[in-house]
């Protein structure tokens, strides 16, 4: 797929970064599916190569020049979700020391009580699952500001992610590092790495970065464009929008608001899919507002390849319900098919 002039692959996998008087500095990318036969080498004139990959930077630093040290710490953060009847207000909860010195929020977040997150220094390969520890930690913490205490039965989901930190020699724990961004520029292979971070700050690791390939490039820096673009399906978006899906094609007030928050203006290109097909109109699973039609969306126009990329990180259902999720599956399975 090619967006704004940037050729964007999905599901590739980074094998080696071939360096020469000729070619420069190219990555090798071959694809991560059996059925596709994918190879995507680089040309002769790319003269830049970013390394954006979180947690994971070390492992392409290395591949480039196999003698840096390496310099990330994982930290895995696990978040669990909650029906939002056992915290019935809009306002977030932000608990700023814990006994162990961590910190601690809940936050209402598309229609559940997001929890979060705990801290836990792990290996680079470890498996990133929700654990009944963290469970057991999270609800131990929240139980104290709730007026109904809630077990682990009440938990419809959850996640866990690493955070790619940047060691620092003078701290033990993952949770005294900063989540400061950092730019590295390999003497040897010249590969620009961005470690370090939080989503907070992309823009600003974004402007970073370009600003450092522009650098390597011999390119005058120019102004970013970073920090006043505005997100695809965003231009031209307003609060009431959604009255607009209501009155052109007929829907759901509720599938309104959710097609509109979650796709801004793009909600149209989604809705027109159903215009040939009236079951695209339909509900994946009854009492959740995203409909099938999301599907062939997400796998023609967002690069979804699986079950997975569609349930949790195109519609995000399976982080609003692990049994919904489960449930659509099939479903989803068989759109895509």
């Known amino acids: 797929m090619i967006f704004k002039g940037v050729t964007l692959l999905s599901h590739n996998q980074y094998v080696y970064l071939l360096v020469s008087s000729h070619t420069r500095r190219c990555p090798f990318l071959s694809s991560s599916q059996p059925w596709t036969s994918v190879r995507v080498r680089c040309s002769n004139l790319n003269k830049v190569v ?8 070390d492992t392409l630093r290395q591949m ?3 003698s840096v040290p390496k310099r990330m710490r994982h930290s895995k953060g696990a978040h669990i979700l909650l029906p939002l009847e056992v915290f019935p207000t809009k306002d977030a909860l932000l608990i700023p020391k814990t006994e162990d010195g961590r910190v601690l929020s809940a936050v209402p977040w598309g229609g559940r009580l997001l929890v979060g997150t705990t801290d836990e220094e792990i290996d680079a390969d470890a498996e990133l699952v929700v654990t009944d520890k963290d469970i057991e930690y999270l609800l131990r913490h929240i139980n104290h500001y709730l007026t109904r205490p809630v077990t682990p039965a009440d938990v419809v989901s959850g996640f866990a992610g690493a955070r790619p930190l940047i060691a620092s020699g003078d701290q033990d724990s993952t949770k005294e590092l900063a989540r400061d961004d950092e730019i590295e520029i390999d003497d040897e292979s010249h590969l620009i790495s961005i470690m370090g ?4 700050t992309h823009r600003a690791m974004a402007e970073d970065s370009i600003n ?7 390119i005058a820096r120019t102004e970013s464009l970073t920090r006043n673009h505005v997100l ?14 209501v009155r052109q094609f007929h829907i759901s007030d509720e599938t309104a608001h959710h097609l509109s928050c979650k796709f801004g203006i793009a909600a149209e290109s989604i809705l027109r899919l159903t215009a040939d097909n009236a079951e695209l109109a339909e509900p994946m699973v009854a009492g959740y507002p995203a409909i099938k039609a999301e599907v062939i969306y997400a796998v023609r126009q967002e690069m979804a390849v699986t079950i997975e990329d569609v349930l949790a990180r195109r519609i995000g259902l399976q982080m ?4 919904d999720a489960i449930d659509a599956a099939p479903v989803v399975g068989w759109l895509m098919a």
Do not use: C, H, M
């Not at 970013?50 to 930077?57: D, K, L, R």
């Not at 450092?212 to 011999?218: P, R």
């Open 64 to 66: 480039a020049t196999p």
């Open 320 to 323: 609003y319900s692990w049994r």
């Open 50 to 57: 970013v390394n954006a990959t979180g947690p994971v930077s």
């Open 212 to 218: 450092a390939v522009q650098e390597a490039a011999g």
């Open 232 to 245: 695809y399906g965003g231009e031209g978006f307003t609060d009431n929008y959604w009255k607009r899906l």
């Open 197 to 200: 971070g939080k989503w907070t």
